[in-house]
């Protein structure tokens, strides 16, 4: 994907978009928020006054959880807007987080974290997957010694095995969202667009998302020259073993002592 000059990155488009929560509301429900994050805190044995980085947080559907449990969690995001939401549902449940503006190639923090989490696919946003690494090598720097990054990932091999092109779904509104699917087998990138059909028939275009999907082998590649160390994957937030039929990939490493 190249951009013009004066072009954003999709991923700037897309989260600043008022569609995204609503296409995907189902999967962004208080519910499984909660329960992903006792997925987290039991996954990585978070304890009270652990600091956790939570790499790409959005408005903070992880933070806020966790943070009820009583984990120091900091939020760091591209989007300035979600950061705002983040604090503002914070306050409103009664729990404090520390968020943080930036790029997650440029973490500001040295041997600061109890733990990393990075959820919901936010991984693999950028074009070159030298850029993807610098992620992890950002993530190596952050974490202490001995500590673990959970990564929560769409599994490739899964879409490959149940790739359908076109795709849709009601709101609950009235408003009908078409995805549109292209999957790029010679980059591995998952490229989808939307078309939005009004209540009143009106259509629109709408771009969505370009990812690159990795295969388990590349993560696990991709960490250790990070410097971060392979433990363990699973298939979902129920702890199912990771397989080619599990619509999740999520992993655990550790950075050595």
């Not at 951009?3 to 991923?11: D, L």
């Not at 304890?47 to 009820?68: F, M, Q, S, T, Y």
């Not at 989007?79 to 604090?87: H, T």
């Not at 160390?229 to 039929?245: A, T, W």
């Amino acid at each position: 994907m190249t951009m013009s000059r004066n072009q954003q990155p999709w991923y700037v488009d897309f989260f600043g978009s008022e569609d995204y929560r609503s296409i995907y509301e189902s999967r962004l429900s208080d519910d499984a928020s909660t329960h992903e994050a006792e997925f987290i805190q039991h996954v990585l044995d978070l304890k009270r006054g652990n600091k956790v980085l939570d790499l790409v947080c959005g408005h903070g559907r992880h933070a806020i959880p966790l943070a009820k449990n009583g984990i120091n969690v900091t939020g760091l995001d591209l989007n300035a807007e979600y950061l705002d939401q983040a604090q503002r549902s914070a306050k409103a449940a009664g729990v404090s987080i520390e968020t943080v503006h930036s790029d997650m190639r440029q973490i500001p923090y040295t041997n600061e974290f109890d733990a990393v989490i990075n959820m919901f696919t936010a991984f693999g946003y950028f074009d070159a997957d030298l850029e993807n690494a610098e992620v992890l090598r950002s993530v190596a720097t952050a974490l202490k010694p001995g500590h673990p990054l959970l990564m929560d990932l769409l599994n490739r091999e899964w879409v490959v095995s149940n790739y359908i092109q076109n795709e849709w779904h009601d709101d609950g509104t009235g408003t009908l969202y078409i995805e549109h699917r292209e999957l790029d087998l010679t980059s591995s990138r998952n490229r989808v667009s939307f078309t939005v059909v009004e209540p009143d028939g009106t259509r629109r275009d709408m771009k969505g998302h370009d990812i690159r999907l990795y295969t388990l082998k590349e993560i696990i590649d991709m960490l250790r020259e990070a410097g971060l160390e392979y433990e363990k994957v699973y298939g979902g937030y129920n702890e199912e073993p990771y397989s080619i039929n599990t619509r999740r990939m999520i992993l655990v490493a550790r950075k050595p002592h």
